[in-house]
């Protein structure tokens, strides 16, 4: 192993499985991995058990594993309460970016942290104009986007020349194979499969006609490694695929790849990010910056997300 050394926050997640898969195939360094999970679930090299908002407990992981590259995916969705999330995504990242500064300091050179943001920071305002750059006002509408965008709005009063070079990778939809039931494309993919197995007749979904930019995870990590080697501290990036697709269209590929006839049974909610009806971003900026293109069709993202889901 050369003397790079990778620290992956929330590394048993959807992402950082993918992540690992593709620093493992791509760099030659050592990679540590950190997780509120008692054990690892994906072939790093260490790994640590750690609650990011337990101060000591953080700076005792930086300090003994000494990091020169970070990708901090770690985040919670959804929570009993607001607070809750507010006190893990940010507090959680402002535990880990004061461990750093410190760590950089004593190593005597620039620590990179790339931070994973998301779409959710936009909000409906900035979607009223698409494509949506990195330059959008945005005014989340849900706890997890206000965090998501709290811990942007941090991120970008590092100063520049500190020790901590901070880039923010803003991803919109995430597809691939892995993606849990709780997102919309996830859940679909499990009740495909259950229904090629003859265990349901009726798919259940909300609203169907809304549109979202969908990026497939392992392009995304492709732009996160790359991020880290070529992006700007004090800046973010759209990691997206430029366009959006219908979730109806995206159900009934679905469907047809799966080769089965079933009833669809759509029952929109109330959730107030459903008032946007379109998304997609621009990547202009990270193609001409850092040279990132999404490679992986939708189609193939969608078999292989079926697939892993059988």
């Known amino acids: 192993m050369s003397d790079d050394r990778i620290l992956i926050t929330g590394v048993c997640g959807f992402t950082g499985r993918h992540l690992v898969a593709y620093l493992r ?14 054990q690892a679930t994906v072939p790093v090299d260490h790994y640590v058990c ?21 990708f901090h995916l770690a985040a919670v969705m959804s929570a009993a309460a607001p607070d809750d999330v507010r006190q893990v995504n940010v507090g959680g990242f ?10 950089a300091v004593a ?32 005014e989340p509408e849900t706890p997890y986007g206000h965090s998501k965008w709290e811990v942007t709005r941090r991120a970008m009063t590092e100063p520049l020349g500190s020790p901590l070079e901070i880039i923010v990778a ?3 939809n995430l597809v691939g194979p892995g993606l849990g039931p709780q997102l919309s494309l996830g859940n679909f993919a499990r009740q495909v499969a259950a229904a090629a197995r003859g265990e349901l007749q009726c798919i259940q979904c909300g609203r169907l006609d809304t549109r979202r930019d969908f990026v497939d995870v392992r392009d995304a990590v492709r732009a996160y490694a790359a991020l880290a080697e070529r992006g700007r501290p004090g800046e973010i990036y759209n990691v997206c ?7 109806g269209w995206l159900l009934d590929r679905l469907v047809s790849l799966a080769n089965i006839r079933v009833s669809i049974r759509s029952e929109p909610n109330q959730r107030g990010s459903e008032d946007v009806m379109d998304i997609y971003g621009d990547r202009t900026k990270i193609a001409r910056e850092v040279g990132w293109e999404p490679a992986i069709s939708i189609e193939r993202s969608l078999a292989d997300l079926l697939a892993a889901a059988e």
């Not at 360094?29 to 950190?34: I, K």
């Not at 750690?50 to 003994?64: G, I, K, N, P, Q």
């Not at 695929?241 to 979730?247: D, V």
């Open 25 to 38: 195939a791509h760099r030659a360094a050592t990679v540590v991995g950190l997780d509120k999970l008692p």
């Open 50 to 70: 750690c609650d990011l908002t337990d101060r000591a407990a953080v700076e005792a992981v930086v300090s003994s594993t000494r990091p020169t590259t970070v």
């Open 94 to 103: 402002v535990c880990l970016g004061d461990a750093l500064r410190r760590h």
């Open 107 to 138: 190593l005597g050179r620039a620590v990179r942290l790339v931070t994973v943001g998301s779409a959710a920071e936009i909000g409906a305002r900035g979607a009223g104009s698409l494509p949506v750059t990195e330059e959008v006002p945005c």
């Open 170 to 172: 803003r991803p919109f």
């Open 241 to 247: 695929a430029g366009r959006s697709y219908r979730l």
